[in-house]
């Protein structure tokens, strides 16, 4: 005859609460309270719960109970791997997550891939707000990120108005630093820049397609260069612009020579970002350009490679966004109207940009 075995019963925060001596709120305190008991008391009621093997209460049922997930979710419409691997998206998530530490709460990441449309991932999230980073304006999983009855922040784009926002003045930033290289002569010049839009396209971008790019930050580079490049007697709709989908060294070494193929006499190489800028100063190197004696390139974000590299570039404090963003989002006063943080940027001037070796201004771009 078998002999049946005596299994133990997991402790309950009931049998908890007796074992102890103390009340059931008391033990519940130990875990999401403890400022209501002494340090002795709830130091004794965790001992025994490990002791006992009570796992604490069951997150679920607090959720249910407070209608509190205790979570921030963050929607980046990338694959997860690109929160980790982008230096200027990892330090946003830098930023958001010591805003989430400060306040005691937790931080989910929402993945959802810009070539996929299933928004699931949204409407499964347990979350208690949303900080959507850098979507476009007609993503799905956006416009389900604003059907939940949550707080909403954004940062960067897109500025649609009536959502709590933290970015900068991307067109005026950019527009400073076409004035810092038209100062030193540059006409001829060719543009690198993110994608614009949902659909993949790595190539040339006609001035419509600028003017209709459904990522706000980019199209707001864009006209910063076109604004300071018109004003300088140059005709933007002849200045060569080529978009990458992925954004990745790589594609910055394909667009670069996709421009220099077009026209190798061109003397700057503005790019929107600086891993796009980095990829371009690859490329010089395999053609044996100089830079900044051949060849001027610039980029956009001001990352520590970019810094080590010399690189012309504009620095946005992206550790600052993040933490703007969670704060924001973490503030439980009273909300009359859409709040909105612009942070500063700041022009690096470094050593990758020089007046042309010959400064041809018959203004090839000219009327």
């Not at 476009?136 to 954004?154: G, N, Q």
């Not at 396209?201 to 001035?207: A, L, M, Q, W």
């Not at 930050?217 to 004003?231: D, H, I, T, Y």
Request: hydrophobic residues 40%.
């Amino acid at each position: 005859m078998a002999r049946s075995m005596h299994v133990r019963r997991p402790a309950t925060l009931a049998s908890l609460a007796a074992e102890l001596g103390v009340s059931r709120t008391t033990v519940s305190n130990a875990y999401n309270r403890p400022d209501q008991l002494s340090p002795e008391l709830r130091r004794r009621v965790l001992e025994t719960a490990r002791r006992l093997g009570y796992p604490g209460p069951d997150p679920v049922a607090r959720s249910l109970r407070t209608r509190k997930a205790g979570a921030v979710g963050l929607l980046l419409t990338e694959n997860l791997s690109y929160a980790f691997r982008d230096p200027a998206a990892l330090g946003f998530l830098e930023g958001l997550a010591l805003a989430c530490e400060d306040a005691g709460t937790g931080l989910m990441l929402i993945p959802a891939s810009p070539e996929r449309e299933d928004v699931a991932a949204v409407h499964r999230a347990g979350v208690d707000g949303f900080v959507v980073y850098s979507v476009p304006d007609d993503d799905p999983h956006l416009a389900a990120v604003l059907e939940r009855p949550v707080p909403t922040v954004v940062c960067d784009q897109p500025d649609i108005g009536n959502v709590d926002r933290v970015g900068i003045d991307d067109r005026s930033a950019m527009y400073e630093l076409a004035q810092h290289l038209i100062a030193m002569g540059h006409r001829r010049v060719g543009v690198v820049c993110m994608r614009l839009a949902r659909d993949r396209n790595d190539g040339y971008v006609s001035v419509d397609r600028q003017h209709a790019a459904h990522f706000h930050v980019q199209r707001a580079r864009l006209a910063g260069l076109a604004m300071a490049f018109s004003e300088a007697g140059v005709d933007w709709s002849k200045v060569p612009v080529v978009e990458r989908f992925d954004h990745n060294t790589a594609s910055g070494e394909a667009a670069a020579a996709q421009v220099l193929d077009r026209d190798p006499s061109i003397t700057a190489l503005i790019c929107t970002s600086d891993i796009l800028a980095l990829g371009a100063m690859n490329e010089a190197k395999r053609r044996g350009l100089r830079v900044p004696e051949d060849l001027t390139i610039t980029g956009f974000d001001g990352i520590q490679e970019a810094e080590r590299a010399g690189l012309t570039t504009v620095r946005q404090p992206v550790l600052e966004k993040g933490r703007a963003a969670g704060k924001l989002l973490l503030d439980v006063g009273e909300r009359t109207r859409p709040r909105s943080v612009n942070l500063s940027t700041e022009l690096i001037t470094g050593t990758t940009a020089a007046a042309p070796r010959t400064i041809a201004e018959e203004r090839w771009f000219g009327p």
